[in-house]
């Protein structure tokens, strides 16, 4: 819900009244069924460190729960955590602190690491500047969680990770020429981060001989450059106290003043519980007292659930370090059961068994390293470019063997994982080499709107038909190796020079799409794969404006009816658009189209911004205009990010506006009207194209169609008019070819269609007068006959 197909999304309607009962556990059971169970064979969350909480912790958190306790505050200082959760809360931390080896420290439950994170920086941030004007770095190393680049962004603080080496962690070496770098460049505050447990290996930094260093440092630069030691110890806190009570990367160490742990990770506790901890007297460095009512607060957060406090109690004690060492080592066996199925599965993988976690990395032996997408999905994995053996880098995919996973998941898993690498190895099949009849002739191609020219389906996914057919499967023509051709065609009867081009000129119709080219125009016929998918009709004819950039595009359906003719003023990848069809006329300010190469993929998303969109529907008669809809979906006045990041990308299309509006009006009606007049007064903004944010407008005059834009504050501006009808008068005049059995066209016919179409077109080119406007004058109707 909220979402449209055309890639949109809008708010739902809030519920007027309540849902039957059963409606209610219908959906609700619904969305349960769609989490998978933990033991279900055939997918495990392989890449995910998680694992099914503990009934126990389960139990007491509901029991808890329903007594609303709010835990506010701290209770790990001297007489607090006196009575209820806010007790089971102080005691829990407090064995923890035991179990680090800190003689003393305070702390509290969070949400989980990211807010431990956020929080340990804070006070490392405070405790190592003497002004706020002071800057702080934070070294860390390159596959720290990201919740530490998180926290630098939300702290202000000079975020600065250290590149892997072979063995994939921080050396203490690494760090002293980093924080040397920092001061160089005016740090004067030192905040390391360390991680036990790395998230994509399960590997520690080497935390003892870092804290050694650093305090040397502290020592040396004192009064100079203050340092601050952080260890995450989200992934490893749970593990390494059980499986190697010998690996000092906690309070051991005196250098070391704060720590992340996650019990919802191994710790066996549902979502969401974190916990910080900090040496004694540094969590003074974030206390807060409310100027409105004097309450004390040394948190990141403010109301905080008991009932998360009590869960944590209750597995702490409920299995004690004996039963977590029991279980620890039970993980390390599914580790290594894990890590036999991935060697079996591709004997030519590099595997890398982390010494004291359930963390296996492998890099496969596939093109690329890439395994399928599907088989990625299935397990949620989720792979690393990380150094390898040979001095370069490959991706490098990590499992977790955690409580929850059983033998038959990881058989299921290594039968998959086999199938899927022999699948891979047999597709990477070589390249056909891409041989151009004319490369002369390329170059003739205008820059082209149509991403069909630099994207096709790849070879096996072009039923359109077949599930996951999409845009989002195309891929680059270079790697299916068939890029256009091109095939000089003659001397058309107006005297132009014509182009053929097509990825297969001796199937010019079968294969994603035909094209016709001359020095004035470009029409292309898409195939019948094409056709089903495009959202723009079956034929589309372009031709450049005399402005740079500009251009004008005719779609036909695939009946060879009109569809519409557009404008496109702006350049490269922004435009201002004007629309028109039949029955309306849609105007888009500042549009904003691009395409994006997924990452760890061949597939392409694309992604279309428009400010502002507004669309006219004409009605016969002589109504008067109404605003229909008038939608605020952000704030021009703002600036934003047009685009997702590549990452994001996961479908098309993706598109957005900052608002939309929709009027109706009677041709015939003949008053001027414009669509300022509908607003407040103050006008109609949008981000444009050609005057940047400017005040718009669109008006109706005399049989013809105003755009307007002036730039804020008042500069540059532009108009545009064309006639009110000009999309019937279009429809009316111009030569109609049927593409819907597109196999069974030639490409003479196809040429012939061009050249009548722009014989059609020419007239009603834009012509741009002294006062900076274009005009767009209609052609004659077709002659009878
Ligand atoms: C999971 C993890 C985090 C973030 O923890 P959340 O509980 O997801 O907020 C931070 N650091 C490391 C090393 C982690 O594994």
Redesign the pocket.
Known sequence: MGDLDNGWTVSDAFPEHPLTADELETRLSAARAETTPWDDPGQTRLGF?MAAPAPSAVRVWSDFLAANTNNVGVHTGFGAGAAGTRRLEREALLSLAGLYHADSAEGHVT???????IQGLRIGRNATRDSPHARVAVITGEF??H??AKAAEILGLDYRPVPADQAWTLSAEAVERAADEAVRDGATGIVVVA?A???NSGLCDPIAEMSLRIRERAARDAGRVRYFFYV?????GFVFPFTAPDLAFDFRNPGVHAM?V?P??SGLLPY?C?VLLARRGLLQHVTAVSPVTGVVDDTLIGSRPGAAAAALWAVLFGHGRSRFTELAHTWLAKRDALAEAIRSADPRCVLRVAPHAPVVTASFDVPQGRLPQELAQRYRLVPILAPAADGGRRLHYHFYAGQSLTPAQIAGFGEALARAVTEVRAEAAPRRPSADDSDAARDLLPPTACFRHFAAHPPGRRDPDAPGYSFHTFTTRRSTGEELRHRPWGVAPSGRQVTLFAPDLARPFANELFGVHTDVYTAEILDRHQQKLSLVGAVHFCFPLAEPGCQALLNFESTGAFRSVEYKFGGRSEFDEIQCFTDRTVVKFGKNATGVRRPHSDAYSFSVDTSLECVVLWQNGDAAPRLTSHRHYSDVLLPRRRHLNREQYSRFPNRFFDGELELRAGRGHSRPWRLSQFGSGDGVLARSALTGLSAVDVEARDGQLSVSGRSLPAGRSFALSLPVDLGCRLSEALPALDVSRPEELTTDAAVQFAEAVYTVMGPSLPVRDAQDMWHVSAPPARPAG
């Open positions: 460190a949400s989980g690491a990211t807010e431990a994170v720290a969680h919740s530490v991680t447990g790395y998230y995450d110890a989200a992934h490893g992340a996650d919802h990770k969401s974190g």
